[in-house]
């Protein structure tokens, strides 16, 4: 089976440029996450959808961070402009619906904002 | 404060040594109850998920939760070099996917 898929891998750009990442779930998982893991701390959930609706977007900065699903399968995070505070790894994550605990993760975008 | 605390470590065994990692929560609605594996430059990886208080047990590995605590563990036994990675917990209130991860635990494994 193969694991969820994200690109790119690792992304440089400068404040206030745009960036944009891509994920591709696992197949047949109608719910997909985005988190965001700042360097020395845990995952923190930016948007969950299932299918193509979103269920949680509460903890995204919805001034300057979008996400779509378009036809419930690959999704993709866009950060406009971006600010010093965004340099992080991005990770995308797809699970059953109602199957909190099996989520699974891909290797996720490490995003640097100079 | 927090809804999960979790110390950072760096936790550093010898090789063949238990390893013992916890976390501490505040929201006692929070009901599932996961640890993560995350290796350098890796996305996390499910290692044990619970519900209940109690034990669980999986190779290695045992999970416990102590909800009249608020107090979650996980320990490893007979530790590799290959267990070096770091160690989140995560909780969850409904099972509805809204974790709540901590900080992770460095764990550094020496031959």
Redesign the interface.
């Known amino acids: 089976e193969a694991g969820?898929a994200q690109s790119p891998r690792y992304k440089i750009i400068e404040k206030r440029q745009s960036v944009a990442f891509w994920c591709n779930p696992i197949s047949g998982h109608a719910?997909l996450?985005w988190y965001q893991q700042i360097l020395?701390?845990?995952?923190?959930?930016l948007i969950?959808f299932q299918n193509n609706g979103v269920?949680?977007d509460s903890q995204l900065p919805k001034d300057r961070f979008s996400a779509e699903r378009l036809k419930g399968v690959d999704s993709t995070l866009k950060i406009q402009p971006a600010k010093l505070e965004d340099s992080a790894v991005y990770?995308c994550?797809s699970?059953y619906p109602?199957?909190?605990?099996?989520?699974?993760?891909?290797?996720?975008t490490?995003l640097t904002v100079l | 404060q927090k809804e999960v605390e979790q110390d950072p470590g760096p936790l550093s065994v010898p090789e063949g040594a238990i390893v013992s990692l916890n976390c501490t929560y505040s929201n006692s609605a929070f009901q599932y109850f996961m640890w993560y594996r995350q290796y350098s430059r890796k996305g996390p990886e499910l290692l044990m998920y619970t519900y209940s208080s109690g034990n669980k047990e999986d190779g290695r590995f045992t999970a416990q939760v102590d909800k009249s605590s608020k107090y979650i563990s996980l320990f490893i036994r007979d530790s590799q070099p290959s267990d070096s990675a770091t160690y989140l917990c995560a909780i969850d209130t409904h099972s509805w996917g809204k974790l709540q991860f901590g900080a992770g635990t460095q764990v550094v494994v020496t031959p």
């Open positions: 969820v719910t996450y020395g701390q845990g995952p923190k959930l969950q269920v949680d990770l994550a699970s109602g199957t909190s605990g099996g989520q699974f993760f891909g290797p996720g490490r």
